[in-house]
């Protein structure tokens, strides 16, 4: 199918671009990326009759080191963050997953800022995100705030950003020494969005983990933290029996939801299978894990 007609606009600034979305409203949606918009244009899932595209705003692109914050611009591709040597050394969780999303193809248009705005549940940036308590900054006509991204999921492709809002950056704390990360996700064929993802972050000194962060996405309607997981392996190191302990607590942070690839309760499975994966790359000392 083809998408419906729509007039186009491009600002070549900030300020444009949020007089235009509040002309217009609810009729205009932003085009970034394009890969998830334009797929729901063509299966005629949206209709806006405006497409306001932000591509020429210069001042939404790029990565910045800000003394112990790393600042990523919404328009700033996935396939540079794949390739950031700032991100490889202060944000490696997002050097992670990165490979993790969808194809070169995909990543080479699609945006952080897209991805975040888009909010899929079994995407791997907002999971990302979450685990790493990572603020989102939102621009309207009425100044800028920012929103931490552990509130910035609401639900189904559903976010805290309001009708004349656009998300301008993404601010990450920079990784600590001995602060390492781990990624896993179970999909059906490379590139495709997961079945069940995790993500883990913690401060590994000696085999001890603490500060310990889990998130998993691909299992609800958002990315979802898994604090009482987490706290099964606080201040200890990670055997057996707390890596079993915390499977066993995941219950409590969520109840995996089924769809037609996989039940539920196969769902539920697959995160604790994950969960031992994650917490075992964190605490190897050859690989797997990545150490900032
Ligand atoms: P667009 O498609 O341009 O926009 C998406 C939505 O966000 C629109 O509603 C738009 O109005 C809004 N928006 C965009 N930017 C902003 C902003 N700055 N502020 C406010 N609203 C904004 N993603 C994954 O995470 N994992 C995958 O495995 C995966 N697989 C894919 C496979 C295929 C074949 C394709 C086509 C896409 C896949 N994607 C996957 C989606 C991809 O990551 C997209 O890049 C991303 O979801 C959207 O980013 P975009 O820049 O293309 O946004």
Redesign the pocket.
């Known amino acids: 199918m083809k998408a419906p007609p729509f007039a186009y606009l491009r600002p070549a600034e900030l300020s444009q671009a949020l007089d235009l979305i509040n002309i217009y409203g609810t009729d205009a949606?932003?085009?970034?990326?394009?890969?998830?918009?334009?797929?729901a244009l063509n299966m005629r899932l949206a209709a806006p009759s405006v497409l306001i595209d932000?591509n020429g705003l210069t001042e939404?692109t790029g990565i910045t080191l800000q003394q112990d914050r790393l600042v990523i611009g919404?328009?700033t591709r996935?396939a540079e963050i794949e390739r950031s040597p700032l991100i490889a050394q202060h944000v490696p969780l997002l050097a992670l997953a990165m490979p993790?999303?969808?194809?070169p193809a995909?990543r080479n248009?699609?945006?952080i800022?897209?991805?975040l705005?888009?909010a899929?549940p079994a995407?791997?940036?907002p999971a990302c995100c979450v685990a790493l308590d990572a603020v989102m900054i939102i621009s309207g006509r009425s100044g800028e705030r920012r929103v931490r991204a552990r509130d910035f999921f609401h639900g189904l492709y559903e976010t805290a950003?309001q009708p004349g809002?656009?998300?301008?950056a993404v601010e990450f704390a920079i990784a600590r020494p001995g602060e390492r990360c781990a990624f896993r996700e179970l999909a059906r064929r490379q590139?495709?969005?997961?079945m069940v993802g995790a993500v883990a972050l913690s401060i590994v000194d000696g085999g001890v983990l603490h500060d310990v962060h889990l998130a998993f996405f691909g299992v609800g309607d958002r990315p979802v933290l898994a604090a009482y997981a987490a706290a099964q392996l606080e201040e200890g190191i990670a055997t057996a029996e707390r890596i079993a302990a915390a499977q066993q607590a995941l219950v409590r942070d969520f109840s995996a939801q089924g769809d037609v690839y996989c039940s539920g309760a196969m769902r539920m499975h697959l995160a604790r299978v994950l969960l031992g994966r994650v917490i075992h790359d964190l605490t190897r000392t050859d690989a797997g894990g990545v150490q900032a």
Do not use: C, K, N, P
């Open positions: 949606r932003l085009l970034a990326g394009g890969q998830s918009l334009l797929s932000i939404l919404a328009l996935h993790h999303v969808a194809h995909v248009r699609g945006t800022g897209g991805s705005a888009f899929d995407a791997e940036l950003l809002e656009i998300l301008v590139g495709d969005y997961a």
